[in-house]
Structures are given as structure tokens and as C-alpha cells.
């Protein structure tokens, strides 16, 4: 629709897959337009010649397409009627329901002070011991899976979202396959949970650079939720990979001499001003991120990963243990930074001791199947290593699992107990004496 | 007269304006937006086209935007009560900016003009005086600050009066000095300096001849950093590296601490704010923040700030260096700078070095690091600027160029290894691959030895020779297995595994283990290499194992209990007894 003041161009100097350049008066940086009828962003203005992104793609776009300025940048319409709907990254409803009535807010805004911001200190429980206990999830913190593309990660990250208490979750789907995206519709639904979730989703179908505008509509209602209505809030990304393949387009297009693994020289702050927008606020409200970044057979050197670990609080990977054909978190690998935080605070005491002792032991199990695959003797120890190791893995990192800390605690003080002697645990000896299950 | 421009053409942060005078390099300017100012500073110049780059985001600017230049490069504005604020990278400060959310263009006052302060004069009337010279004191928190002649001032002065006693605001005149021409120069309580050039008004930088005690026994004992040093943490995200840098925030023994967090989390600077105006110093009983300054750009802030951050915060450091203080810089993270670095150089569509990164990288930095440093004063008191910073190698691989180019300019390299993490030792610096080159200067051995034990430096040889050994014995039961390896390859092993667990590895989060003064370093260490000196006799290698996992329990409990407390003697009696069971005839 086009107002008043909005001028129009008929005339394109140049097209290339992604980007055109016309002649324009009086254009902003970063503002929206739309070319013939396809939506695109300025994003470069030399002299009177501007260079613009189209986000659909340029395919069959005539130099004389009809180019019409908005005159802003990209904004949501933010207010309580998102609750419960399914958006493109457009923000346009893709239910069959009306456009939900709120105000227009910048997306992509401006940070938090860091100086306002809390702590985060509070615990996220979600009933798996991968997480809660060796892991902990902490609202305010931003962490991913770092998985392979054949593990079960959108199934992992519902069941999280679903067992977290929190009241807003909101979905960023990118490059989501049609029937991933159904997945999880359907067990939002199943869990009788449609109106605390919002989803932004743009799928396989859907043209890749669209994605770019995916993380910052479903920040920009985070961020609603969080600030204005001081609510508890869990976004979920995914697939942080295929977002950043999209950036690694755009800058190939317009030229950009790339860095490692051909992706733009900015990729660290670009994915860090999406993932820094996990805060907890001064009045009560936070933004929790899990996301999702895929790997290319493990390799986690690999520049999105990468970068990706250096920016978020920890990250979690996914595991089937061999021993019981269970999915489970890997003790090994995973890392959340924030667990300190509340760890033996929120918790009880003797969790932090609890926990690392528990994963040492697991480890010297570890140790003890190579030994065995490498034909060498096992020690009595190694045996008993051992059969910890597969009851621990089965009786409580499984992630089927749903108990809470305090019973997670006490399943593994019975396994030290049955396994161990009190200088094999090596936990201080107060807890020893207040814990132990001989 | 001040240069004035227009903007004509914009990608990202890149502005280029066309202006009407002169200019200089890296001056700063403020581009209009309505009615806000983005500030900018000079980075290319190419006749009447002017590139900068603009400290913030460049969202809704257009072509012909009014610019104005302002004569000067980025400065920083030094002067009482920058102890225990909280700035951004360029310097404004973030408590006393309003709302929840950074504004664009919103810059805030480095200090407080209004607050006045107890002044003391130091010189008199008729004193000789060059930059730097102290001329009076006033009281910041716990510390004297000293007013000092600018260090702008070239040349000999006289002092022609000078103000007494009394209470000044910042920019009161507290005194007027005469240059060797006969002409006047107003001197208030605070100066600006421009963030990147060196601060040199000093009488001589010698070689560092003392260490700065961190509590932490793998840098202490093993590879300890001089006062003045430099030194550098490279590791892959999850190795601790963050972990490791409070540490020192929160233990290092200095006087004041400046922390540096550039282009890292927010949540990181967080804890900072909300811990240390808690958290006790333990030599002197303060709070931690009344000894800390922070300068904080954090991944998400503007990314051209993050450069900036960094020289602000050294500028700073060699204020109160200037000061006769004792300062430790941390810097988290100098790759986040580099970063920023070739992010601007790929837009100025300059030739790219390797990864990308701009072709000077490796003397920018090193020109940084050589900031740092221990100095005589012209009064003849030391100052200095303890540098330490870390490095975030892109995918652990320190062959990268960011992490090649610190070596070639830091003194102390701290690695942390992967497969020390994974293993949760921490901290996970790794014992073989890390250095501190201050161990092959003899004023610092000389100095270990005197202040610590005579034999000090051996014994540290010694020990890192042990863990050498140990690591050499694990390569071979690892290929020969337990039982085809004579039990003294076991014993080896695990006595280097004794240094690790008791002396390498530190429970950060424990509030005794957490810091280890030198003097309890000492005594347990000293106590470990007893123990690897003396020959214990086993049947079979289980016997062996089993012997030194107790000897370590028992020692972790020391290193847990009160020094010399009565839980810790009772450990080492328990000790005690455990080692005459196997000691061999």
C-alpha cells in the first residue's frame, strides 16, 4: 500500500541473485522496500545509487520492476494477540487467522546496557539429568546443541521446551524441513501448550535469505514479552547453521573477501547480536535461548560452531550410548557456564561435588573400554567403573528420564556406594559423612 | 573554524563524507541523525573523501548527513574517580546512563564534574616540573590520587603558584606553571590523553626484576608472570579461559585491577558488577571493586568500540602507573579486537593478509603489549602496567594468526588444553607446552630465590621435569599395558600425577583452594617433591596406584583445609603415616 510521501522507481541499474541497485533519492540506511512486490532491505547507499537485498530472490525481476520505499526498517507488531500464532519471517500469519493488532516495533534493536542487566540465577529444571544435573539450565543464558544432522535434536529441544518452566516459548525455524515444522506444531499442540508458544518459521520451501529476518522477529516478541510484561521466556533456534549459510550468500554476493570456512569476516558479531539478546532483566523478566547448530560430521572447528561456542554459555551434545541404546546428553562434552550460578545454591549442596565426581568416574569407565577394545587385562577397579558407567548412564542420564535434582542426587550417592570406596569417590569428606550410601 | 562535511555513501558502519577542510587521521567527528550525534573517527583519507567509521549502528542515516570534525584523536579523560566506575569503550559511563537499553548517541560524562575533592599540594612554589611531575594529591576510595603536570606538556616548567589544602572540583584551577618562554599554562585535576598513543612520561623502563603473585600455583609455581610482564591465555571456548581471568581479577596482588571486556558475553561483565562490590579482598579487606575499573564493550555493543576499548583501557593503566602504582590489565578478548580490525579492513576493501585479517595485525599488537611494563618515575618510585590477555583461536588452533602474533610479543604463554579440560583439570593451562620466559631472566630467579627458598628455581625445573617424565611413562603403559611395564614406569607416572591433582589443578570454585598464597604454594610443593624424591617399594603396579590415589585424596584435603589449621594438620599427619607404610630400606 502504497502513502503519500512513499517515491517510486521504475528503473534497476543493476541485478544480481540477491541484491539490486537502482538510483534513489533520500533513502535511509537499512530501510525497507519492496521490488516488484518482494520485500528488501538498503543495504549499501553510494552517492544517489542504492544497493538493496531482496529477500525472495531476484528471479524474474525486470529492470523495470517497481521499487517503492517504506521509509523504516524492518519492524513487528508486537502485543498479547501473538500468543498462540504461526508467523512467516515476514511476520505475516501463516494460520489462516488476521494479522494480531499491537504496536510497531524496530526489529533488531539496540542492546541492553550490560550494566542493568541481572545475574542470571535461576534455575530452568527440565527433569533431565543431562541438563539439570551435569548441565544446568539457567533462564537468562543462551546455549545450543551442537549436533550432527542425524541425531535427534528438534525432538530433544521440544521435550525441553515443554518440561522448562517458562511462560512464553517461542519457535525461530530456519530452513525447517515441512515436516519438522509439523512435528513440532503437533506436540505443542499434544501438550495442550498452543497458547504460550509463538512461532516464526521459515522452511525448506521458503527462500534461504528470508531466514536472516527470522532471529530478530522472534527476538523482537521475546523481547515484548520480557521487558513489558516481565515474563519468563525461551526461545528456540533452529537451525543456527542454515542462518548463517544465509549470511555467507549475502556477503558472497555483494563481493566481501571471506575468512575461514568461506564464511563473512563478521560472522562472530553477527551471531553474537542474536544470541546476546538471552538476558535477565532488572524487573524480573529474562530471555532464555536454546539453540540449535548443526555439524558437518562432528567437526565443531568448523567456523559456525566455532564462533558459536565463544559467543553462547556452554553447549550440549547428543549421544547414543552404545552401551544401553539410549539417547543421552553428553557428560563429556556439554558445558553450561552458568550452572555455578545456581548449582549447590539453588540446589542441594553437595551437587557441584556430586556432579564431577560422578562424571570422573565416568570417565575412568571410559578409559577402561578402550583398554578392554585394546585386548589389555581389566583391573577390579575397571570392572567396576564399568558397570557404573551403564547404570548411570541407564538409570539416570537417559533422557526419558524426568526426575527432579534432589532424586537425581540421591540415585548417583547409591551408585558411588554400591560401586566405590569413599577414596575412589574422593568428594570432601563432610558431604561423604552426611551422604554416603555405603 | 571546525572541518565540516556530508556523508556519501554508507556500507554498515563505513561512512565515507566529503568535507571542507582539513583533517586528520583517526580524528573524531559526530555524524547528525535528527537529533542525535554518532561519533565517528577518521580511519582513510583520499583528498576531500574522508572514509570513518562510525561507533555505532548506522541504521536510518542518509546520504548528505551532517558531519563535524573535532580537532582531536580519541581521547581519554583521566582525572579522580575513574576507580571503580564502570565505561564502555569509549570511555562513557554506563551506570549513569537512563534506561534499560543502550541509546544510540547517548554519550555520558567519563566522571563527575560536580563532586569535589580533598586536594593536598606535594610541590611548592618555585618547584622545577616536567609531565608527570606529581604536584598534589587528593583521596579517591583508599588511594592518594595524585595530580600530575599533563603529560602533554613538552619542556621544563616553574611552578608559579599553586593552590593549598582545600576541596576543588576536577576542573578547578589547582595550578599555574611557567614554560621556559615565560608563558603561563592554567593546570585543573584532569587531562586528556589520546588512547593510542603510549603514555611515556616516565625516567626509565628496565627489565622487570620482581613477580606480581596471582594465587594461582600452575602460574606462580610453574610459570609465574613478572610485575610489568606480559602475558597471553590462547584456548578453544570451554577450556576456562574466563574462569581463569577472574581468578586473577580476584586475587592477582595489585593494586589496582583494569578489566578489559572486549567483544566477549555480557553475562561474563555481569558477574564483575554484581560480585565484586561484594567480594573481599583478602590482603587488604576492601571490596574488590574498590580496586576495579571496568571498560566494557561486550560482543553485541558496536564492534568498532571494541578496538577503542582496549587502548582506553591501557591509557588508564598507565595513568595510574604514573600514579606509583601497581596495575594488572586483562584483556578478554584481544582476537574479538583483532576481529573488529579485519571487519573494517574488508569494508575498506583492503589487500587481506592471512584468514583475512589486515597485514599489520602482528604490529599493532605487539606495539600494544609493549605498553605494559615496570617504570622508575622521575621521582625515582616504580609504577607498572601488568598486561595479560586472552586469545580465542579459531577452532583451537593455535597456529592461527592472532595467536602467532601475541607470541612474537607476549613474555608468558599460558595454554590451555582441550584434553586437560575435557578431563575437568583445571585450571587447564597444560603443564609441558606452556612458558614464562621472566624464568630465564637472572634478576627474577635471583629474586625467587631470595624471597622464597634458595633452591626455589631448581626445584621448579625439578618439578616440571617430573610432569615431563610422567607424561613419557603414561605413552608407554598406554602401549605395553599395565602389567608389561616394569612397576617403576607406573611409580613415574603417578608421582607426576601427585604434582598435577595437588599443585597443577585448583578448585576455583572453592573458597579456600580457590587462591593459594606463595607461601602455602611453597610448603606443598616443597612437600610433593619430598614425597617424588624418596623411593617407595610395590609388589605390583595395583599396590602403586592404589598407594599414590590416597596419597592425593589426602593431599587435596590440605589443600582444601584452613593452612596450618587443625584439619589440615590432621591430613598431614594421616599423610605422614600413609608414606612410612611403603618407604623402601
Redesign the interface.
Known sequence: MAKAFQKIYTQLEAITKATVSLHAQ??????LATVDGRLAQV??????LVSLQVFAGTEGIPTNAEVVFMGE?PTLKVGDGLAGRFFNAYGKPIDGGVEPEGEKRETG????????????SQIIPTGIAGIDLNNTLVS??KIPFFADPDQPYNNVMSLVALRAQVDKIILGGMGLSNDDFLFFKKSFENAGALDKIICFVNTTDNPPVERLLIPDMALAAAEYFA?DKNEKVLVLLTDMTLYADALSIVSNRMD?????DSMP??L??DL??IY??A?Q??DGGSITIIAVTTLSGGD????IP??T???T???LYLRRDSDTGKVVIDP??S?S??K?LVIGKQTREDH?QVM?AA??LY?DASNAKTKME?G??L?DYDERALNFAKDYSESILSIDININTVEMLDRTWALFGKYFSQ??A?I??DLMDKYWKG | MKTTGKV?????NLV?VKVDGAVAQNEVCYIKLGDIRLMADVIKVDGEKVQVQVYE???????GCEVEFQGHMLEATLGPGLLSS?YDGLQNN??S?T??????GEYTAPLDFDKEWDFTPIAKEGDEVVAADWLGEVTEGWLKHKIMVPFKFQGKYKIKTIAGEGLYKVNDRIAVVTDENGNDHEITMVQRWSVKQAITAYREKPRPFRIMETGVRIIDTFNPIAEGGTGFIPG???CGK?VLQHALAKQADADIIINAAC?E???E???I???FPELDDPRTGRKLMERTIII?N????P?SAREASVYTAMTIAEYYRAMGFKVLLLADSTS?WA??L??MS?RLEEL?GA??FPMDLSAIISNFYARAGLVFLNNGQTGSVTFIGTV?P????LKEPVTESTKKAARCFYALAQSRA???RYPAVDPVDSYSKYLEYPEICDYLNKTISADWTSNVSEGKNIVLRGREAFEQINIL???SVPVEYHDRFWKSELIDYVILQQDA?DAIDASAPLKRQQFMFEKALDICRTKFEFDNF?ECVDFY??I??NM??MN?SVFHGADFKKYETQLNELLKTRIAE
Request: proline fraction near 6%; glycine fraction near 8%; charge should be positive.
Open positions: 533520500n533513502v535511509t540506511n537499512e530501510e543495504i549499501k547507499i553510494d552517492g544517489d526498517p534493536g539496540p542492546s541492553v546496557n550490560p550494566f542493568r542487566r541481572k545475574q542470571p537468562g543464558q521487558v566481501q573477501i571471506p575468512s575461514k569476516g563478521s562472530y558479531s553474537a547480536k546476546e539478546k538476558v532483566l532488572p565443531i572447528t568448523h567456523a566455532d564462533n561456542g565463544y559467543i554459555e556452554g553447549q563429556f562434552r558445558l557456564r552458568l555455578q557441584p564431577n562424571i570422573r570417565a585394546n589389555f587385562d583391573t577414596t575412589e574422593a570432601k569428606q | 556519501t555513501r554508507i556500507i554498515a565515507s549502528s548506522t541504521r536510518g542515516l542518509s546520504v564502570n554506563l551506570a546512563m534506561g534499560v537499553f543502550l541509546k544510540r578453544p571456548f570451554g574466563t567483544g558475553r555480557a553475562n561483565v555481569v558477574e558488577f554484581t560480585e566494557c561486550t560482543s553485541n555493543m564492534v574479538r576481529q573488529a579485519r571487519e574488508n587481506p584468514d583475512a580465542s579459531a577452532g583451537g588452533n575435557d578431563s575437568k599395558g599395565d602389567d570454585f595395583n590415589k590416597h592425593i585424596n587435596k584435603q582444601y
